[in-house]
């Protein structure tokens, strides 16, 4: 195994498969693809990756063919000491030298941020995959083959590379997506050990590494220092933060009328995340947002959801907080921010941050926190964690079931229920709770559902009284801050 370097914080998962890819070096032909949404850290692994094998590293940047090919041909020789740089007419002839020469090389080839190059030349992946089958005729031959790693930020390009009747459908090895940090790794990457500090503060960046070196590795002291390292970073004018928001929208590819896209985000924050109510919020029909939300789906910034006990009813969620945080505290008083009224701003919108930032952010931990618990904590691995809505009839209301948890679906038998849950940011948590859980379960057994083993579970950031768990006819649990995060990632050792 390729011994990852110390100054990579985790990412033991996505390193192990690189490495394995990589130790295949010399071998017959192969190729992978390595996609991710920006700041998460691909180019650090993969810089490191080419580092410690002796491959190559081509970063692309936004250039025509030209000059693309012929920063190509630098790296090239760089990479294989040539004494000058070969000059390429076509991407046609710098892929048939690449694989004349680049199978040499002790370690992977990688190309790092491919749509560039592909939208600038859209045959690529057809010249690629066209030596790729010649490369693997070679291997009857006894030659070695090139080991080529694209790698790419536009979550919709990269996924279109592999998908359907793509060029290159069929010829991978090997296919990863980096994502953020799961929240109790973020948590210990920016060194928070206090649970409440760690929710609040995962709230603004998220899991995104690169956040932490945009803020010059300025981590909140405590409780009572989060408010000032808000106004300190994401709203200080001067902060590479206090834009970025703005920035992951502006470099998706497909993203044309931004201010359309802006608003749909918006909608969506502000809790109008049904189709029908992003539209009304925004002016259209919902036939008129489908594109939009198509679009950001595929740039990995907004999530659809079903709910678990309506079928055909879905909600949407913004995938980045950052973005959350921008479109509830920022972009309303942008202008005042700028002017640097950063304090006057947080005053103002710090009970919005509470109630539309922080308290669904805690409700999204709880459901991750759910997907990955032990076995034990439900009596066995969840087969669906989400959320859903309970309809009774009888008190003409619904029951809003923050952490659902089903069992596996087993074909003919009725769909056991193995948790419902409710997560409550700001609240002490009793009775009261339980008996809105228990009026669901009893809703969901008279509709056919298996209930009978069911964990009513209460989730809160500020405690529980004696009644949250003193019923002896149910199963009941209470999960604390800590509870929360005692649990691993779930990639953790893989």
């Avoid at 539309?356 to 990955?372: I, K, M, N, T």
């Amino acid at each position: 195994m390729i011994e990852k370097p110390a100054h990579v914080f985790d990412r033991d998962f996505e390193w192990g498969h690189l490495a394995r890819f990589a130790a295949r070096a010399g071998g017959p032909a192969q190729l992978g693809v390595v996609s991710g949404r920006r700041r998460q850290g691909k180019t650090f692994l993969l810089e490191a990756l080419a580092r410690q094998t002796g491959g190559l590293y081509f970063g692309a940047t936004e250039a025509t063919e030209t000059e693309s090919r012929a920063l190509f041909g630098e790296a090239l020789a760089e990479a294989t000491r040539l004494p000058a740089p070969p000059r390429f007419a076509t991407w046609d002839e710098a892929v048939r030298y690449l694989f004349s020469v680049g199978a040499a090389l002790p370690g992977p080839v990688v190309i790092d941020e491919f749509p560039y190059l592909s939208a600038a030349s859209p045959a690529l992946p057809s010249i690629l995959q066209r030596e790729l089958d010649r490369a693997a005729s070679a291997v009857q031959r006894g030659e070695p083959g090139l080991s080529l790693l694209l790698c790419g930020s536009a979550l919709s390009v990269m996924g279109r590379l592999l998908a359907g009747s793509a060029p290159l459908r069929g010829r991978a090895n090997l296919e990863i997506v980096v994502r953020p940090f799961e929240y109790p790794l973020a948590a210990r990457f920016w060194g928070i050990t206090d649970p409440r500090l760690a929710v609040a503060q995962h709230a603004v960046v998220g899991g995104t590494p690169a956040y932490r070196r945009f803020v010059n590795d300025d981590v909140p002291a405590g409780p009572g220092d989060f408010d000032d390292w808000v106004l300190r970073t994401v709203l200080n004018p001067g902060s590479p933060l206090f834009r970025e928001a703005r920035y992951l929208l502006d470099e998706e590819a497909g993203v044309r009328d931004t201010a359309m896209y802006h608003s749909v985000l918006a909608a969506v924050a502000s809790g109008s995340n049904t189709r029908g109510g992003i539209a009304s919020y925004v002016g259209r029909k919902a036939t008129d947002i489908s594109h939009h939300l198509g679009v950001l789906e595929d740039c990995g910034l907004l999530r659809r959801e079903e709910d678990l006990f309506r079928q055909g009813r879905a909600v949407y969620r913004i995938a980045e907080p950052l973005i959350v945080f921008y479109q509830v505290v920022m972009r309303p008083r942008w202008g005042f921010l700028e002017s640097g009224r950063a304090a006057a701003v947080w005053r103002d919108a710090r009970p919005r941050f509470s109630a539309q930032v922080l308290g669904p952010h805690f409700e999204q931990l709880c459901r991750d926190h759910a997907a990955f618990a032990p076995s034990d904590l439900f009596g066995e691995l969840p087969g669906e964690v989400g959320a859903g809505v309970v309809a009774d009839p009888e008190r003409r209301t619904q029951i809003q079931i923050d952490v659902a948890v089903l069992a596996p679906q087993v074909p003919g038998e009725p769909r056991r229920v193995l948790s419902l849950g409710e997560a409550k940011w700001g609240d002490v948590m009793g009775s009261r709770h339980v008996d809105r859980l228990r009026r669901a379960r009893d809703l969901l057994a008279a509709r056919g559902y298996d209930t009978r083993d069911t964990t009513l579970t209460c989730y809160s950031g500020s405690g529980f009284d004696p009644s949250a768990t003193a019923s002896t006819a149910d199963r009941t649990a209470a999960i604390t801050l800590d509870q929360l995060y005692e649990v691993p990632s779930p990639l953790q050792g893989a």
